[in-house]
RNA sequence: GGCCCGUUCGUCUAAGGGUUAGGACACCACCCUUUCACGGUGGUGAUACGAGUUCGAAUCUCGUACGGGCUACCA
């Protein structure tokens, strides 16, 4: 039997979404789109005292962004709905009553305060953490402990408690995960996970395993820091819908940071962005920087983020996200983590910056343009512009100091640059050039250079010893494209009028 | 502490028993260029360690070391 093909992404709405997020998101998109599946975004917000507003929306935006649009969501519907998990709060308990009625789970009264205890009374150096498990779970005040009377008048009561898996004693979970093989634990290693909070919210345990057969979810991914609560999801499938059903298993290597997990610390300690896109906590009203405001392409970050952890087996790095579409495999996922190398993801946004025709570019750069107090009227000169100077632009933000001049005559001029050689031979010189410039009726830059040459050669001077002077004048420092390009998308007033008004800070 | 996962140049990785261990980023040198880049050529640089299996191991097995993750009524 082969199931239609369907993948989730399951994100808890409590912040940005970073590096680490965003690459789950692409390669459950990429794996879903190979196999002709549906990729569907599930909101997984069961825990309330969490709850941040604005982080839904933002990992919407983010996948926009991206262009990874789902086939279902909160936001774009679909027949498996609801696709919040608070909305599906009603439909869970059921599932872990009829655990508990075949004996895999039960019913647990221990307060907040008894378990703290608990935790006190066997912390030992040999065993720091204490759990709730087998060993411990018969000293605590649960359905297992409690007869039967107790726990049925405790739970007509209301009383606060919630229900718990009981983890065996003695056996062993495997299940084949598609990127690293034959996984296995003992039971008996595992603590008793609470299934359903006192709240009547399930825990991500039991809303992922119920929302996945529900939502008929064929392949489940998610990060690697999942994989030591695999063996609780894998017996929940056992007992509640089959191992048969269960989808197909991977676990992603994680995304390192200098110091281990990337953390959105590490963005502001080491100088990159670390989230997708610029978030501001809602609270503390504390900006995290986003690659997007950073100056990146979408197409780079999506393929920057593709090859951290995969790659299709040749020497091919830059790929587009319908290459990636093709070429993805799971087979050639990775299973050790990858630590993120700001320096290579810079290149790839200069790969595409330069991949990129001028005109997929304009509407961005001109908006950051416009964001940097520069107004284009002139968007066919912005475009020649762009195709002018991508080469030199490893951000988008490079755009800026890049492109300016051409929209705006210098303020400053970097006349120090020039001072020290200059002379009233070369001050004759470009006297002599203004002149010439004036008469000059195909303004083109094969025109404009060879009369700078001509006319250095004829006062005595290599055209090499004069073209900085006119660069400074045209752009007013040692920056830009060849100069004489400069000139000719300047137009000839323009780039006349700025020799004339330069000249004199040179003596 | 326990459990799980992992380990090839500084970083991302290729090589699914036989290669001078390949590529990319970064770095260095040279060329191109009298701006800065792009581009081109070349260079430095890796199989964690120890056993075993094998004619032969980066590749298979075991151990050790190291790294990471998990160990909440968070995901």
Same mark, same amino acid.
């Given at each position: ?76 519907? +679909? ?187 590490? +963005? ?44 299709? +087996? ?58 940097? +107090? ?38 400053t001029w970097d006349a120090e640059a020039v001072k020290p050689k200059w ?49 400074i004048?045209?752009?007013?420092g040692k ?26 800070l040179f003596?």
């Open positions: 039997m082969s199931k239609k093909v369907r993948v989730r992404f399951a994100p808890s709405p409590t912040g940005g979404l970073h590096l680490g997020g965003v690459r789950t998101v692409l390669y459950n998109y990429l794996f879903a789109k190979k196999q002709g599946g549906d990729f569907l975004v599930r909101i997984e917000d069961t825990d309330q005292t969490r709850y941040v507003p604005g982080a839904e929306e933002y990992i919407f935006d983010t996948l926009r962004w991206c262009g990874l649009e789902p086939d279902e969501s909160v936001q774009h519907g +679909g027949n498996y709905g609801p696709y919040r998990q608070s909305e599906r709060k009603a439909g869970y308990r059921q599932y872990a009553e009829q655990l508990v009625k075949n004996g895999h789970a039960y019913y647990a009264f221990d307060t907040p305060e008894e378990l703290e205890k608990m935790r006190q009374d066997h912390k030992t150096e040999h065993n720091p953490s204490p759990q709730y498990d087998h060993t411990i779970r018969m000293k605590m005040r649960n359905s297992l402990t409690l007869s039967e009377e107790e726990t049925a008048r405790l739970l007509s009561e209301n009383t606060r408690h919630v229900i718990r898996i009981k983890m065996p004693a003695n056996e062993t979970v495997s299940f084949t995960d598609m990127i690293r093989g034959e996984v296995s634990f003992e039971t008996g290693l595992v603590d008793d996970k609470v299934l359903l909070k006192a709240d009547g919210m399930p825990t991500y345990h039991l809303a992922v395993v119920v929302d996945d057969y529900l939502m008929e979810i064929s392949h489940a991914f998610r990060g690697e820091e999942w994989l030591p609560s695999a063996p609780v999801h894998i017996l929940l499938w056992k007992h509640l819908f089959g191992l048969e059903n269960m989808p197909q298993w991977a676990h992603f290597p994680l995304i390192l940071g200098p110091n281990g997990k990337l953390s959105k610390r590490d +963005g502001a300690k080491y100088g990159f962005p670390v989230f997708a896109m610029n978030w501001t906590d809602p609270k503390s009203g504390e900006l995290t920087e986003g690659f997007r405001e950073k100056g990146f392409l979408p197409e780079a970050f999506i393929n920057l983020l593709a090859l951290l952890g995969w790659n299709d +087996g040749s020497e091919k790095e830059l790929f587009s996200l319908d290459e990636l579409v093709q070429q993805f495999s799971m087979e050639r996922v990775h299973s050790a983590g990858a630590k993120f190398d700001y320096d290579k993801a810079k290149w790839f946004n200069h790969e595409w910056i330069k991949k990129l025709p001028a005109t997929a570019l304009l509407p961005k750069v001109e908006a950051l343009m416009s964001k940097n +107090g520069f107004t284009i009227t002139d968007t066919i000169l912005l475009e020649k512009v762009i195709e002018l100077v991508k080469d030199r632009c490893t951000l988008l933000t490079d755009f800026v100091q890049q492109a300016c001049f051409f929209f705006q005559a210098p303020a002379n009233g031979q070369k001050k004759e010189f470009f006297q002599q050039l203004i002149r010439n410039y004036q008469d000059v009726s195909d303004w083109s830059l094969a025109v404009l250079e060879a009369n700078f040459q001509t006319t250095a050669v004829a006062n005595q001077l290599k055209p090499g010893e004069v073209q900085l002077p006119l660069r004048m045209l752009v007013g920056f830009g494209p060849p100069v004489f390009a400069i000139a000719e998308l300047l137009g000839k007033e323009e780039t006349i009028s700025r020799m004339e008004k330069a000249l004199p003596e």
